[in-house]
């Protein structure tokens, strides 16, 4: 019977799979865009240009990338998943020695409309990498100490290297999204006791490696009043724009703190906080319900994918997914330091808009190939 | 093989579906602290954020009050604003501010002084702030910098209020000026902290400076994060400044202004009865104008080296030995000492001996025999040489203190001097030697250590003519009118002097005989003074005395002349001081005569609220 599903879907035709996508997540996917770029749109005082525009076209590229990326058989995905990894691994050393050693300090690569950043890429080939290795072990073999090797450094090396551009709110993010997929897979809980422990003694080593401006910015985020016209400015015109916004907010277009520019990076980092300053708590609630509808779904659906790959694909970039939601959100509201990561589908850019997309395209992917049974050993055994 | 496979399959989905619905836990936890936080910013906190929201948004902007105007008794305009033509450069608003400046400078004059500190302004400020680049322009300049503007991008033309005070310096001593404020002024006063905003610094501008400057009004106007404006809210007009009414009467003013002409001097002319001060002139003096927008370096060196002092008022800062003006007071001291009476008679030889010293009459021949009022007179000093022997010092200075002599009288000039009443103590107290009796001789012609102002003067005199009423003087009425007390003097006693003072204007003898009024109907008395700058040497006098006119300018006396009118029913007094004038009878009693006959023609001390003034008479 099962074996019957497999060969069924197997031999969906095109059209067959377009149809059995995920339409909904698709909605809210365009519905969560639709609003950053209605931000976008107020942003430059109700004009396409320079922000709205483009960022509608990076969408656009961004989606067919993803329905291409969804159609494609989670098999191939599970079997080239060490390929990208490795592959992205070596992109993003070599941006690195490039730009250690003065050849221009891109960190991207031009793809003409797009420039990609391996560093985002590398939290979707983690995901991917991390998921086909768990895919490969029993329960017991993943409980072992000993199997922690890989996954750590799989996580380790490319949070290290993005920690040294440096780029904090990435590595965090690597970090975070590895150690949910080990959490997932049945990484013991002792395991994460002892991380959390390591991490917190690790801090002070970790704070004399720090930048001046990193080291600002966790001050300021301890005590925003600290240094109300410098560091703590940000913080703390965040919070008057989002406190200012009420209930109803200003209106769009009319948020005084976004448009007279005491609001910073209010195209990037900061469009959060114009979006509740102009439209208020109903806003602002509006999105978080928009972004837990889709996590929710997306964590929903795993349960009913018959892969183990699948599932920990699935639920490891709901992960990722989450963490920039909830780190960008935190941040503009003062909850946690300002460390540069942007609202997922909402702020301007290409790289992050790119690589959210690729995931949710993978999501698409396990979710449209939920039956698909792959057997532990390997993608083409089944 | 396939058995371990087939137990371990449902065991792992059971771990991952255990720990997804953990990870979903924690995820559902960690969206439920950034809904209770929207919630506590936009809900709870929300009302403080939005005034926080305002503070950054809404500037205030202050807007400044007209000053108030200054008239005369009459209500004629003595200070009032004009407007003022101004060009302003908008740094954002040009490519080159050193370009715009070339092309501006074939229009009007931008010294190099003003060009650098244009460019280091409008480096130094936001480059959308306006940098003022002159003020004070002509209508033409300022016509010819409205055609020309296409061809000077980022210059603004603007229209301002300034200062005017259109009889210069006619009115100067008497308004002062403004001039913006120095930084211990301005303090924490915003608006004094305003770009053209001045205040009062010298003269009654300066004293009256509060009510004359008015409340500020306010302009709400949204600015964004770099202080640009976007849009005004909401505007509170500014209260203008009180207009401020003198009792002075423009009319005599400049009459006694310009009829000073070309000497050093000054006029003053007093209501006997209230103390209104009619007519205030000192001259030379300066273009309060000038001193508006900052005065040039090169026309305040001028000011500031003329020797004839137009920087000063002489009025209240001028002191003089009053001179022959002075003998009033010592025939009053002498009279009340009980010592002599009006029939006291003084052989006057030209010169009286006090031990090894010989005090000279200002008549060489001498005077002969003369009562009280012929001394007075014929301003004999020798006859009152005795009469301060015989009342000595003291006596006089209490008297002369009576009279107003030695107080610095606060009537909203800065400034005012208090001269100088000698006495025993004072000169003990101040070089720690005795007073001699030979300078009580000296203060009775009222030369020596004594010093008295023009208002002093004039004060001493309309307390004679008032039949003793110590009568204060004032540039503005007060709210509530006070009589004034009567001086501790005799009828008598002021009887003795009023009719020497008349002799000395009507009397073919009198000193002041050919400064008299000859006009039907009009009448003045007074008494002419004449104050040694510099004391005649015995050599000199042995030779000959040198005559003024043989002296330099600076060497000569001052010319002195006190007086009121009409002598039956007193309503004006006036101090004339010529400095360097010669005689007083020659250069300063023709004055006084033509300013006093002008103010009984205008009728100048009539109740302020009477219509309109006499316009007779008003040009010299």
């Not at chain 1, 197997?10 to 149809?19: G, I, M, S, T, V």
């Not at chain 2, 040489?385 to 200075?397: F, K, P, Q, S």
């Not at chain 2, 203060?443 to 004679?464: C, K």
């Not at chain 2, 009023?498 to 109907?521: C, F, L």
């Amino acid at each position: 019977m099962k074996t019957v599903i497999a060969i069924r879907s197997q031999q969906r035709n095109l059209f067959a799979k377009l149809r059995d996508l995920n339409w909904f997540v698709i909605a809210l996917i365009i519905i969560i865009a639709s609003v950053g770029f209605t931000m976008l749109y107020s942003v430059s005082g109700g004009h396409l240009e320079p922000w709205a525009a483009p960022q509608m076209t990076r969408f656009a590229v961004g989606f067919v990338l993803m329905i291409i990326v969804a159609l494609i058989n989670l098999r191939w995905w599970m079997a080239s998943a060490y390929w990208i990894y490795g592959g992205t691994f070596l992109m993003l050393l070599a941006v690195e020695i490039m730009g250690d050693i003065g050849m221009g300090a891109q960190r991207w690569l031009d793809l003409g409309v797009i420039r990609l950043q391996p560093s985002e890429i590398m939290k979707l080939a983690l995901v991917l990498a991390l998921a086909r290795y768990y895919h490969g072990l029993t329960t017991r073999e993943a409980a072992r100490v000993r199997s922690l090797t890989l996954p750590l450094l799989l996580t380790a090396l490319p949070a290290a290297l993005v920690l040294r551009q440096p780029d904090l709110g990435t590595a965090v993010l690597i970090t975070a999204t590895g150690a949910t997929v080990m959490f997932l897979a049945g990484v013991r809980t002792s395991v994460f006791v002892a991380g959390i422990a390591g991490v917190a003694a690790a801090i002070p080593m970790a704070w004399g490696m720090l930048r001046d401006y990193q080291k600002d910015r966790v001050l300021t985020f301890l005590d925003p009043e600290r240094d109300p016209l410098g560091a703590g400015y940000h913080i703390l015109q965040s919070k008057i724009a989002f406190g200012s916004g009420g209930v109803t907010g200003k209106g769009l277009l009319l948020g005084t703190q976004a448009q007279l520019n005491f609001l910073p990076e209010k195209q990037t980092d900061f469009i959060f906080t114009m979006l509740a300053e102009e439209l208020g708590l109903l806003g602002s609630f509006s999105l978080l319900l928009l972004y837990t509808l889709l996590i929710g779904y997306a964590m929903y659906a795993s349960l009913g994918i018959k892969n183990h790959f699948g599932r920990l694909l699935t639920t490891g970039l709901a992960a990722t997914f989450f963490f920039y939601m909830f780190i960008n959100m935190a941040m503009v509201m003062g909850l946690v330091p300002v460390v540069g990561v942007p609202l997922p589908l909402v702020s301007y850019g290409g790289s992050a808009m790119l690589t959210l997309l690729l995931g949710f395209g993978l999501i698409l992917s396990a979710v449209l190939h939920r039956n698909t049974i792959i057997a532990r050993g390997g993608a083409f055994t089944a | 093989m396939k058995a371990t496979t087939r137990k371990n399959r449902p065991d792992r989905l059971k771990v991952f579906t255990r720990r997804a619905i953990i990870v979903a836990s924690i995820k559902g936890t960690l969206i439920a602290v950034l809904a209770s936080r929207m919630y506590y910013l936009q809900v709870i906190e929300s009302n403080r954020f939005k005034k926080l929201a305002d503070e950054n948004r809404i500037s205030i902007r202050l807007l400044a009050p007209v000053r108030g105007r200054i008239v005369d008794r009459f209500g004629e305009i003595m200070a009032t604003n004009r407007a003022d033509y101004r060009a302003y450069i908008i740094p954002e608003q040009t490519a080159d501010v050193a370009a715009t400046l070339d092309a501006l400078a074939k229009i009007i004059p931008i010294d190099d002084g003003d060009r650098t500190r244009i460019l280091a302004t409008s480096r130094r400020q936001r480059s959308f702030f306006a940098v003022p680049v002159a003020e004070n322009l002509s209508w033409d300049e300022f016509a010819r910098i409205n055609i020309a503007s296409p061809d000077l991008p980022g210059v603004q033309p603007d229209v301002g209020t300034t200062r005017y005070y259109p009889y210069r310096d006619l009115t100067a001593h008497l308004l002062g000026y403004v001039g913006a404020p120095n930084e211990e002024e301005a303090g924490n006063d915003p608006l004094l902290h305003l770009p053209s905003f001045k205040i009062g610094k010298n003269g009654l501008e300066r004293t009256f400076d509060a009510p004359l400057r008015g409340v500020a009004g306010n302009m709400k106007v949204e600015v964004n994060a770099y202080g640009r404006v976007i849009r005004e809210l909401d505007q509170e007009q500014a209260t203008p400044g009180a207009e401020l009414k003198l009792t002075i009467d423009l009319g005599l003013q400049k009459f006694a202004a310009e009829r000073i002409s070309a000497e050093s001097a000054s006029v003053i002319v007093m209501d006997v009865h209230n103390g209104d001060v009619l007519a205030f002139a000192s001259m030379p003096a300066y273009d309060p104008n000038d001193f508006n927008v900052g005065i040039r370096q090169d026309t305040w060196k001028m000011l500031l080296n003329d020797i004839r002092k137009p920087l000063v008022d002489k009025i209240v800062q001028g002191q003089y030995p009053p001179g022959s003006t002075f003998k009033m007071v010592v025939a009053m001291a002498a009279l009340e000492s009980g010592a002599v009476n009006a029939s006291h008679e003084v052989y006057c030889p030209g010169k009286r001996r006090l031990g090894n010293h010989v005090f000279h009459c200002w008549k060489r021949e001498g005077h002969g025999t003369q009562n009280m009022i012929g001394g007075i007179r014929n301003s004999c000093d020798v006859y009152f040489y005795d009469l301060a022997e015989r009342t000595g010092v003291d006596a006089i200075a209490a008297m002369a203190r009576r009279f107003g002599l030695g107080e610095a009288f606060d009537i909203g000039i800065p400034h005012t001097a208090s001269g100088l009443v000698p006495s025993m103590a004072w000169k003990q107290k101040r070089f720690g030697v005795s007073w001699q009796k030979g300078e009580t001789l000296i203060v009775g012609i009222g030369q020596g250590y004594i010093l008295t102002t023009p208002l002093q003067l004039a004060v001493m005199t309309a307390r004679i003519a008032n039949g003793g009423y110590a009568v204060m003087p004032r540039l503005v009425r007060p709210k509530k009118e006070s009589k004034p007390s009567r001086i501790e003097v005799s009828d008598y006693a002021l009887s003795v002097v009023r009719q020497g003072m008349v002799e000395v204007t009507t009397s073919a003898r009198g000193t002041a005989y050919g400064a008299r009024i000859t006009e039907e109907g009009y009448s003045m008395a007074g008494k002419t003074g004449t104050a040694q700058v510099r004391r005649i040497t015995k050599e000199e006098r042995a030779i000959r005395v040198i005559k003024n006119e043989d002296k330099p300018w600076i060497e000569r006396d001052h010319a002195l002349f006190v007086g009121y009118g009409p002598i039956d029913n007193p309503r004006y007094a006036i101090a004339v001081v010529v400095e360097h004038g010669g005689s007083g009878s020659k250069a300063a009693g023709p004055i006084a005569r033509d300013v006093l006959l002008e103010a009984m023609r205008r009728n100048s001390a009539r109740d302020p609220d009477a219509p309109t003034p006499p316009s007779s008479g008003i040009e010299v």
